[in-house]
């Protein structure tokens, strides 16, 4: 009766133990796997900020671009105009101001957000980061 019930007792205790280790084996691959869409979810963000930046920059780039030309065509306009301060002249004076002003709000905005974005993504909560201890 003795050695029937080391023999269970022994069973049990082996039982107790693969239980043990495929339990803290399925923890350890459940926190892989966690860890695993943390990386994929932070280089797919990663992407989107890139991908944004590179439309704001071709969008702007292609806002400035339409400026310049415009302000260069006002320049011939104003070459072609006899004398300063004519009506002609002031005319397209006042209209190449304007155009140079929205060119720079456009490269300040441009630079606002692109430093946005850069600044947002460099201190996103690193909520992994604080739970591995």
Known sequence: MKQTLEVIEKLLLVLTLILSVGASGWKGYEYISAKSLVVKAKAKQEQEIGNAQQ???????????????????????????????????????????????????????????????????????????NSDG
């Open 55 to 129: 439309l704001l920059t071709k969008t702007y780039a292609e806002l400035l671009s339409n400026l310049d030309k415009d302000i260069r065509q006002i320049d011939s306009k104003l070459a072609e105009e006899l004398y300063e301060g004519t009506v002609g002249w002031d005319k397209l004076l006042i209209i190449r101001k304007s155009k140079v002003e929205d060119r720079n709000h456009l490269l300040q905005q441009l630079g606002g957000q692109v430093s946005n974005i850069m600044n947002s993504s460099r201190y996103a909560p690193k909520s992994s980061e």
